[in-house]
């Protein structure tokens, strides 16, 4: 009888879930588990909680709660050290999981995830922080398996659990860790979570984590990510978003995981440029040196290094350049790319650094070398067209020919994409006097635009048209043009203008009349109503116009004032 007693005991006691004899990895598992305290901006203590060591390298996991709205975090282990968290690396609301880095002063002791999910009814741990020699392992059973994303599971436990134990890895038999212990919504349940190691490893940065708001609610560093080529699409992405001091941080991050990419110290240098003063220039000019001495693709580093000065130079804004980061120099730099191998790109910065130096035939001439290389495109062929026009004595059919090879690189019915080079080749054409053919861009280019244009185009398409005789065609495009702007008094000016071209004299006062109304200064407009109003027999009234034309220091006025006060 009394035997049968004890053995009652005993099996009441293991329900409860406490294992009388410890397996023998737990005493080194628990120096993986670790005590968290988070704080806010204040510097005050948000939160308290657990997490534990998934490697060697620091990396840890532990609940998301526990770090929302934190500033900085701090780990304290099982020896009792305080080490600082120093990066965040990933994290999920949804399944409250946080992912991150401590500082190390050795290797920490981490726990070794499960390769397999446990099953069912299997025999799990809570193993919980304890800075004790001993620690009070809790066991209990799986009573459910879900499968969730990244290839992951979701345990319930029959286990009892308090909220002391939040985030404390569940092992398996051999000492492997599952999952961590999630808070429970029942205080009294006989039932417990957890959610699988597999899935809280899964958690990453990526390039596009910048604008995640689970990480953004966490004021910690985050990581960048683990790829190279993510990494820098992350760096892109925060430029703009982070602040001068802060991107510079973490330009010094990704340098210090990726020393070999140039890209690095290249976007490091810029930073330290727009800084605006020598000192941070000079750091610049040595982070520009570092990038040339370690890239293995000179010609490539050489022509980071000629953009960077070309760029820096456009927005100088007639300030002198810092130390030698000229033109000039920009210039020799992309001629030791070219002279390493002749590439499109590189012709094309150099054609840039030569039209911003006003060497116009040179600017052409790197650009003509673009449009014979795969890189040509309507973008090359407009680029060289603009560089002709400035030069001197070229012929502005040489110049037209080249954007007619922009143009024919794009299909009709054209795009807006094909619209800024029809406009520029209209323009170019009504310069060399073709006039009939620039109305039929303008025409090709508001249809590529589908009509959404302003009333500029309407004020410069009119003019056009007036030089070929399309006269009706230029009075309607001024008129939209006053409708669509009805307090610019040049476009009203214009008006007059075409309805005294086309003999139209009463129409050309009232036009004429509210350019005045909108702007009494304009000389012009005074001119043209006082020569308008004689023509009406209105003299009186057109000479006195035409004085205050003159008054306001139109040179034209006075000879009509001679000719018609007779």
């Excluded at 030791?336 to 590439?343: R, T, V």
């Excluded at 303008?442 to 398409?461: C, K, P, S």
Aim: hydrophobic residues 40%; proline residues 3%; aromatic residues 10%.
């Amino acid at each position: 009888m009394k035997k049968t007693i004890l053995l009652l005991a005993c099996g009441m006691f293991f329900q409860c879930g406490w294992a009388q004899e410890l397996p023998k990895w737990v005493n080194k598992a628990r120096k993986a588990v670790f005590s968290v305290i988070t704080y806010n901006k204040e510097n005050k203590i948000l939160n308290t909680g657990n997490g534990f060591y998934i490697d060697e390298n620091g990396t840890a996991v532990s609940d998301y709660s526990l770090f929302k709205g934190a500033e900085r975090a701090v780990v304290v282990t099982a020896d009792g050290k305080e080490l600082p968290v120093t990066f965040i690396l990933g994290a999920n609301d949804m399944y409250d999981v946080v992912k991150f880095r401590t500082a190390t002063d050795k290797k920490p002791t981490a726990l070794q995830p499960a390769a397999q999910a446990a099953a069912e009814n299997a025999t799990v741990y809570l193993l919980p922080y304890s800075t004790q020699k001993s620690a009070d392992v809790q066991n209990g059973t799986i009573a459910k398996i879900d499968s969730i994303s990244n290839n992951s599971f979701y345990y319930t436990l029959n286990m009892h659990t308090t909220d002391k134990t939040v985030s404390c890895p569940i092992m398996n038999i051999n000492g492997e860790v599952i999952g961590l212990l999630q808070k429970n919504t029942e205080k009294d349940s006989k039932e417990s979570y957890a959610i699988g190691i597999g899935y809280a490893m899964s958690l990453s940065i990526s390039a596009l984590s910048g604008s995640d708001f689970t990480l953004n609610s966490i004021g910690i560093k985050k990581a960048l990510p683990d790829d190279e080529s993510q990494a820098l699409v992350y760096l892109y992405m925060q430029s703009s978003q982070l602040s001068q001091s802060d991107y510079l941080e973490l330009l010094n991050d990704f340098i210090a995981q990726y020393p070999n990419n140039i890209e690095g110290y290249q976007r490091r240098a810029t930073c330290y440029m727009n800084f605006g003063d020598d000192e941070h220039n000079a750091l610049a000019e040595k982070e520009l040196e570092k990038m040339l001495d370690i890239a293995e693709n000179k010609a490539e580093a050489h022509y980071n290094i000629a953009k960077l000065l070309y760029s820096y130079n456009l927005s100088l804004n007639g300030k002198q350049p810092y130390g030698d980061w000229t033109l000039e120099r920009a210039l020799n730099e992309i001629n030791e790319s070219l002279a390493a191998s002749p590439e499109g790109l590189y012709y094309q910065v150099q054609g840039d650094i030569y039209f911003a130096m006003q060497k116009y035939a040179e600017a052409s001439a790197s650009y003509e070398a673009v449009n014979r290389t795969p890189l040509a495109s309507a973008a090359s062929f407009y680029s060289a067209a603009k560089a002709k026009e400035l030069t001197p004595g070229v012929e502005m059919k040489e110049v037209i020919a080249l954007m007619d090879s922009a143009v024919i690189r794009f299909n009709k019915p054209y795009g807006q994409d094909a619209a800024p080079y029809l406009y520029e080749r209209a323009r170019m054409k009504s310069a060399a006097g073709e006039y009939r053919d620039a109305v039929l861009d303008y025409n090709d280019f508001y249809d590529a635009m589908l009509g959404q244009v302003t009333a500029e185009f309407y004020m410069v398409r009119q003019q056009t048209e007036m030089q070929c005789r399309m006269y009706q065609q230029a009075l309607d495009d001024i008129t939209k043009a006053v409708e669509m702007e009805p307090n610019n008094s040049e476009y009203w000016l214009e008006k007059g203008s075409v309805h005294l071209r086309t003999n139209q004299v009463a129409e050309a006062i009232k036009s004429l009349q509210q350019a005045i109304a909108l702007d009494a200064n304009n000389a012009a407009a005074y001119r043209m109503l006082g020569y308008s109003q004689i023509q009406q027999k209105q003299k009186k009234e057109g000479l006195a116009n035409l004085k205050k034309a003159q008054e306001l220091g139109d040179t034209v006025a006075g000879n009509l004032i001679e000719r018609y006060n007779k």
